[in-house]
C-alpha cells in the first residue's frame, strides 16, 4: 500500500495561538472499522451521509459499509463528513480535519527556503525556463481541504512522484499546455491517473497528454479572513 507524503504546512498570516489536535483515536483498528466509525460518529443523519455519496439510503450506505466501499466512495464520504483521509488510512492524528493543529509561524520571519524559492505565475513560463524549485499560488479549490484556493505551493522539478511508495501530489500539465495540482496515482505500463481530493473527472496519463512539471514539497496554507 502507497505511504503518504507528509506535507509541511505553513500559514499565510502570524498567527499568536495554536490549536492543540485530540488524543489519537485507537479503538478502530482497521480501514472498515474507521469508515464505520466515522459514519457512526457524524453530525449528519445516515440519510444524508448517504445520499452525498449517491448511495439510495441508509439501507444502501450500510450494506456497502459492510460489504466493502469503493475507493472514489470513501473519498466522497470522508469529505462530505470532514473526516481526514490520513486517519481513515492509517488511524493516526485526529479523526476530523477542523482538528489539525495549526503550525505557528513567527511574526515577519521568513525561511531561507522561502527566500529561495521564486513565486511563478500560473502557466506563466515555458517548462524550459521553471527553475528546479519554485512555487505557485493554487487557482481553485480542486484539492480542497489538502490545498486551497489562493494557498502558496512550493514545487521541486527534480524529485519523482511515486518514489518509495508516496502518493505525491504533482504540478502537471496536459497536451493543452494546462496546469493542474493533483494527485499522482502510478499504474501498470508507466501509465498514470491524475485525481483530484474534490469530485473532478480523473485523467489519465496516455489519454490527456499529461506530463509531470514537479512534485509538492510544501504547502504554505492562506490567511484566514
Not at 489536535?21 to 474507521?34: G, L, N, S
Not at 450500510?62 to 473519498?75: F, W
Not at 528546479?132 to 494557498?151: H, K, L, T
Amino acid at each position: 500500500m502507497a505511504s503518504h507524503k507528509s506535507y509541511h504546512f505553513r500559514d499565510c498570516a502570524p498567527i499568536t495561538e495554536v490549536m492543540q489536535a485530540p488524543p489519537t483515536i485507537t479503538i478502530v483498528k482497521t480501514q472498515a472499522e474507521r469508515l464505520r466509525f466515522a459514519v457512526d460518529q457524524s453530525k449528519k443523519s445516515q440519510e444524508e451521509v448517504a445520499k452525498a455519496a449517491g448511495y439510495a439510503g441508509q439501507s444502501s450506505l450500510g450494506m456497502a459499509l459492510s460489504r466493502g466501499t469503493e475507493p472514489k466512495k470513501v473519498r466522497e464520504l470522508l469529505e462530505f463528513m470532514g473526516v481526514r483521509f490520513e486517519w481513515y488510512r492509517t488511524g493516526l492524528g485526529p479523526m476530523y480535519e477542523a482538528d489539525v493543529a495549526r503550525p505557528v509561524r513567527p511574526d515577519s520571519v521568513t525561511s531561507p527556503l522561502q527566500r529561495a524559492v521564486e513565486l511563478v505565475p500560473w502557466r506563466g513560463r515555458n517548462m524550459e525556463e521553471l527553475p528546479q524549485q519554485f512555487a505557485v499560488e493554487a487557482p481553485d479549490d480542486v484539492m480542497a481541504p489538502v490545498i486551497r484556493s489562493g494557498c502558496r505551493v512550493e514545487i521541486d522539478r527534480e524529485m519523482t512522484p511515486g518514489e518509495g511508495g508516496h502518493e505525491d501530489i504533482v504540478l502537471l500539465k496536459d497536451r493543452e499546455g494546462t496546469w493542474f495540482l493533483r494527485h499522482y496515482m502510478p499504474g501498470p505500463n508507466k501509465r498514470w491517473e491524475a485525481r483530484a481530493e474534490r469530485p473532478h473527472p480523473t485523467m489519465d496519463s496516455e489519454r490527456d497528454g499529461l506530463e509531470v512539471i514537479g512534485v509538492v514539497t510544501l504547502v504554505h496554507r492562506r490567511a484566514s479572513s
